[in-house]
Nanobody, 124 residues
Framework: QVELVESGGGLVQAGGSLRLSCAAS????????IGWFRQAPGKEREFVAR????????RYAETVKGRFTISKDNTKNTVSLQMNSLKPEDTAVYYC?????????????????WGQGTQVTVSS
């Protein structure tokens, strides 16, 4: 079992950057692949990015590819999401989630553990 805590959200202008962090308050992230998801008001939760247990293999949604970078530091028990060239449509609550499977899932239901979320707002 793992408990996740996100931080780093905020308000930024379009074109700006933010760095989100996901830390384990309990448990060890090296046992899990970690995904980032986001949910905008009135919309379904959508996949953003995922990184493997060892932090070597990553995948991204097409909407963020080339702008966002996910990284994992198992020694610090943290995962980061660097978000550059932000757009108003990136506005959402961002969640990190843990998946014990080695299959690279991009659907929320496959992730057993979730953080509480952090708000990202991009103004135009």
């Amino acid at each position: 079992q793992v408990e996740l805590v996100e931080s780093g959200g905020g308000l930024v202008q379009a074109g700006g950057s933010l760095r989100l962090s996901c830390a384990a308050s309990a448990g060890t992230l090296s046992n899990y692949a970690i995904g980032w998801f986001r949910q905008a008001p009135g919309k379904e939760r959508e996949f953003v990015a995922r990184i493997s247990r060892g932090g070597v293999i990553s995948r991204y949604a097409e909407t963020v590819k080339g702008r966002f970078t996910i990284s994992k530091d198992n020694t610090k028990n943290t995962v980061s999401l660097q978000m550059n060239s932000l757009k108003p449509e990136d506005t959402a609550v961002y969640y990190c989630a843990a998946d014990s499977s080695t299959i690279s899932h991009a659907v929320a239901v496959r992730y057993a553990y979730w953080g509480q979320g952090t708000q990202v707002t991009v103004s135009s």
